[in-house]
């Protein structure tokens, strides 16, 4: 290096000499300037970054764009910073710009506050989840199958069979029924006892259900819709039979 500057005469041959060994000539100054404003321009915060180590990247950037000439302004710098930080930094930097005055805000202020607020997050993580994030699945239940039960009773029946009833009702409502007469009276019985018929021993005066007698067909139970007896047949699968009026 003194070799290079022992032939200058004065201070200011010396300092000539020194900033062209340093800083190159015009065409050299251009070239660094043009790729420091590249560096500048695509500037991002990296994964994995802390904010102190981007605060170092980013000003040794502006360092060197100053010494080349180029300066910017402080709101320029710092809408700089905040559109090189990633997407979880959203919420943080758009409070700044509402509450703070963006041309009179230094640098080193600008990454103080985020510091920060990156120290804030770092210990709510290590203390815990929040209460107050939303859960990020619902948990899905499903129920379990019932068992059939072992004893099936006539009013357990299924879809089927009760559908199959409603129609042989219906048909049986439309041939009987007489609209001249009130619903009332159409429920009301006329016959005496005598003319009573049993399905169970075939004999008059009662019902199967008051009959005595053993039953004949122990799959045979009835239950009453309507003012009507209905018999229903269970061979496995139960299904309408016959139904008498009461």
């Given at each position: 290096?003194?070799?290079?500057?022992?032939?200058?005469?004065?201070?200011?041959?010396?300092?000539?000499?020194?900033?062209?060994?340093?800083?190159?000539?015009?065409?050299?100054?251009?070239?660094?300037?043009?790729?420091?404003?590249?560096?500048?321009?695509?500037?991002?915060?990296?994964?994995?970054?802390?904010?102190?180590?981007?605060?170092?990247?980013?000003?040794?950037?502006?360092?060197?764009?100053?010494?080349l000439g180029k300066e910017y302004r402080n709101r320029e710098l710092v809408l700089k910073v905040m559109r090189?930080?990633?997407?979880?930094?959203d919420v943080k930097t758009m409070a700044m710009r509402e509450s703070k005055d963006l041309n009179k805000m230094?640098?080193?202020?600008?990454?103080?506050?985020?510091?920060?607020?990156?120290?804030?997050?770092?210990?709510?993580?290590?203390?815990?989840?929040?209460?107050?994030?939303?859960?990020?699945?619902?948990?899905?239940?499903?129920?379990?199958?019932?068992?059939?039960?072992?004893?099936?009773?006539?009013?357990?029946?299924?879809?089927?069979?009760?559908?199959?009833?409603?129609?042989?009702?219906?048909?049986?409502?439309?041939?009987?029924?007489?609209?001249?007469?009130?619903?009332?009276?159409?429920?009301?019985?006329?016959?005496?006892?005598?003319?009573?018929?049993?399905?169970?021993?075939?004999?008059?005066?009662?019902?199967?259900?008051?009959?005595?007698?053993?039953?004949?067909?122990?799959?045979?139970?009835?239950?009453?819709?309507?003012?009507?007896?209905?018999?229903?047949?269970?061979?496995?699968?139960?299904?309408?039979?016959?139904?008498?009026q009461i």
């Open positions: 290096m003194f070799s290079k500057i022992k032939t200058c005469a004065t201070a200011k041959e010396i300092w000539e000499k020194l900033v062209q060994i340093f800083e190159g000539n015009d065409e050299t100054k251009e070239i660094k300037l043009t790729v420091a404003q590249q560096k500048y321009e695509a500037i991002k915060m990296k994964d994995g970054e802390t904010m102190a180590e981007f605060d170092e990247r980013f000003s040794a950037v502006v360092i060197e764009l100053n010494i090189a930080l990633p997407k979880e930094w230094e640098l080193h202020d600008l990454f103080a506050n985020l510091k920060a607020y990156e120290f804030e997050l770092e210990t709510r993580s290590e203390a815990g989840p929040s209460t107050s994030q939303p859960k990020k699945a619902l948990v899905a239940t499903t129920a379990k199958p019932c068992s059939p039960s072992t004893s099936k009773s006539a009013d357990q029946l299924s879809d089927d069979v009760m559908s199959l009833f409603v129609k042989k009702f219906g048909k049986y409502l439309r041939r009987s029924f007489n609209p001249s007469t009130s619903f009332n009276n159409y429920n009301k019985s006329d016959k005496v006892s005598s003319e009573l018929k049993c399905y169970n021993c075939d004999r008059p005066g009662h019902f199967a259900a008051d009959c005595n007698r053993p039953k004949r067909d122990p799959d045979i139970s009835y239950f009453r819709v309507f003012g009507c007896k209905c018999f229903i047949h269970d061979n496995g699968k139960k299904h309408l039979t016959a139904f008498e």
